[in-house]
């Protein structure tokens, strides 16, 4: 079974910036689309950056300008350096396949913006 582990969430200040890295095991990572989706409290999971295989980016209006999405297929790994945070973007955080998710999802890793 595929095995997805995110990491990097934190308690952060309006404003700050955090990067969040997902590590993917088990899978032909580099033949994958993936991208980053978040939950937030009482809201439906979102899908809020993904990047392909040739490495274009796209993001959604929420987040766009202000998070970066990258990968590297050497070592399975996709990151979101998110800049200019805002308390909106307080969520679990996800990585998987996109746009749609076939792989287990891992438990993500929390993202708190607050003063």
């Known amino acids: 079974q595929v095995q997805v582990v995110e990491s990097g969430g934190d308690l952060v200040q309006p404003g700050g910036s955090l990067r969040l890295s997902c590590t993917v095991a088990?899978?032909?990572?580099?033949?994958?689309?993936m991208g980053w989706y978040r939950q937030a409290p009482g809201k439906q999971r979102e899908l809020v950056a993904q990047?392909?295989?040739?490495?274009?980016?796209m993001y959604s209006k929420s987040v766009h300008g202000r998070f970066t999405i990258s990968r590297d297929d050497g070592k399975n790994t996709v990151s979101l350096q998110m800049d200019r945070l805002k308390p909106e973007d307080t969520a679990v955080y996800y990585c998987?396949?996109?746009?749609?998710?076939?792989?287990?999802w891992g438990q993500g890793t929390q993202v708190t913006v607050a003063a």
């Open positions: 088990e899978a032909p990572f580099s033949l994958y689309e």
């Open positions: 990047i392909t295989a040739h490495g274009h980016a």
């Open positions: 998987n396949t996109a746009p749609g998710p076939i792989i287990s």
